[in-house]
């Protein structure tokens, strides 16, 4: 006779590494969230290394806490928050006479103004990047079957 193959939510090895890995997971995207503007990385990879790590607690320790920790409505908050993040930089550098996301007129000179500009952008993206996989996760694993 064949066991029946157990779920990951009640696999002790899959817990215990996902414990073991989710806040090492969350602080590399939070690295490369704000490592973006020096080097490989930025508001993309970070959001979907960020949205990953709360997935696979989905999957590991059920919907249900993973909306616990993000809740939906805070999720579907961060894809407008990201998206306004982001049109907000280039409508302000528009507002101080400049071009679209032209970041030299943010700040006092054009050098810490791109800084702050680029900054500004990528954690734009990497809200909205998160936020939109996290909520189509939610949608997806939230059906039930008919």
Do not use: C
Request: glycine share 14%; no cysteine; hydrophobic share 50%.
């Amino acid at each position: 006779m064949i066991d029946k193959p157990r779920s990951m939510q009640s696999n002790p090895i899959l817990r215990g590494v996902t414990s073991i890995t989710m806040g090492p997971i969350l602080l590399f995207a939070w690295y490369v969230q704000w490592h973006g503007d020096y080097g490989p990385g930025g508001g993309f990879q970070a959001g979907v290394i960020f949205a990953a790590a709360v997935i696979a607690y989905a999957l590991i320790y059920g919907l249900d806490r993973a909306q616990r920790f993000i809740p939906p409505p805070a999720a579907e908050i961060g894809v407008m928050a990201g998206w306004l993040l982001y049109i907000g930089t280039g409508v302000l550098s528009m507002f101080r006479g400049a071009n679209f996301l032209d970041y030299d007129v943010i700040a006092h000179d054009p050098l810490h103004g791109q800084h702050y500009g680029i900054l500004a952008v990528e954690l734009g993206v990497g809200i909205t990047v998160a936020a939109v996989m996290i909520v189509l996760f939610y949608a997806f694993a939230g059906r039930r079957h008919r």
